[in-house]
């Protein structure tokens, strides 16, 4: 990205979860204010689901994307800043070890 600009990412992914949040550590790992968007069961591990991953090195417009979203759909919910911490826990920043990425989710 440009500086200040933003990074946009759709990730597919299904109870464990685990993809999802190796490609949050992985963006954390390069840009300092990160974001997710999806649905509150999805976040939960209930449901798969398209999970919106935001980052950028500038602060994010986390109160616009917030109001956005209450527009367009009411069933999103935005996690970022300590909630996204949580969500990711330990989860493995992705390297070429985990190419292609179904490596990552064969392990056990």
Do not use: K, M, W
């Not at 840009?31 to 591990?45: K, M, N, T, Y």
């Amino acid at each position: 990205t440009r500086p200040g600009g933003v990074y946009v990412q759709n990730v597919i992914d299904y109870p464990p979860l685990r993809f999802i949040r190796s490609e949050l550590a992985t963006v954390a790992a390069e840009f300092r204010h990160v974001a997710l968007i999806a649905p509150p069961e999805a976040i939960s591990g209930e449901t798969g689901s398209n999970f919106v991953l935001l980052a950028s090195d500038a602060p994010l417009p986390l109160d616009a994307v917030h109001d956005r979203l209450a527009e367009v759909d009411a069933g999103a919910t935005l996690i970022a800043d300590d909630e996204l911490s949580d969500f990711v826990g330990d989860a493995l920043v992705l390297t070429d070890d985990y190419a292609p990425v179904d490596q990552l989710l064969a392990t056990a």
